[in-house]
């Protein structure tokens, strides 16, 4: 069972227009990461955040962590094709040990 | 630094037959997860070691499961026997001690059971 859900679960967009991406939890987090997958491939951690509030910007991409820290937003600003694959939020509970939990995953397209 | 390694890429399979996946972590990395991902689907946790120890085994099912990982470093992921609802790929991550988790990722092994 995967608590974290994430909306849209397929986008397909045209280059250069712009894109959201949430990942919504009843669960509070004391972290939670955004992972990019490409075809093949094991995902590829792209950012972490920790506070509650907390923005964080790589390039073109721009993360927002829930004030509640329970959820979370990617937005993409003028999309590419490079920008293509399936996105996954992970958010990490703390305990004795950090347990890491992945989002239902959004299937980015962007078509040239 | 050599990231995550696994093998093999591939495996197809008959259903009721054994196969064993191996993964060998990033150098140094005490932490070594398994994850089944279904294809446009997030990884879901099958197991995760803190060197030799498994911690969290609460989602693997043991009746046809198991997993090692002998000296801390590398992994076996074994099933036996395979069903069709096995079909996926298995991931194997690793990270090490600090503030905030950070997994490495394998390129994965897709199993396809006919």
């Known amino acids: 069972t995967q608590l974290l859900e994430q909306s849209p679960q397929f986008l397909s967009i045209q280059e250069g227009e712009n894109l959201t991406v949430y990942c919504n939890s009843s669960s509070v987090f004391s972290s939670l990461q955004w992972y990019r997958q490409e075809p093949g491939e094991g995902p590829v951690l792209l950012v972490t955040v920790v506070t509650g509030g907390e923005v964080k910007k790589l390039k073109r991409l721009t993360f927002q962590f829930g004030d509640a820290r329970k959820d979370s937003s990617l937005h993409i600003t003028a999309a590419q094709p490079g920008d293509t694959g399936l996105y996954l939020c992970a958010g990490t509970h703390r305990g004795g040990y950090q347990k890491v939990t992945f989002g239902t995953g959004t299937k980015l397209q962007v078509i040239p | 630094e050599a990231g995550v390694v696994q093998s093999p890429r591939y495996k197809i399979i008959e259903k009721k037959q054994p196969v064993a996946f191996w993964c060998n972590p990033i150098?140094?990395?005490?932490?070594l997860y398994w994850y089944r991902q279904n294809l446009g689907q997030g990884p879901e946790l099958l197991i995760r070691y803190e060197n030799e120890e498994a911690v969290d085994d609460s989602q693997l099912p043991k009746d046809r499961f198991s997993a090692e990982r002998l000296k801390g470093v590398d992994s076996t992921l074994k099933i036996q026997p395979a069903e069709l609802g096995d079909s996926a790929v298995y991931l194997c991550a690793s990270s090490s001690r600090g503030r905030v988790e950070k997994l490495f990722f394998g390129s994965g092994t897709q199993l396809s059971v006919l």
């Open positions: 150098s140094g990395h005490n932490t």
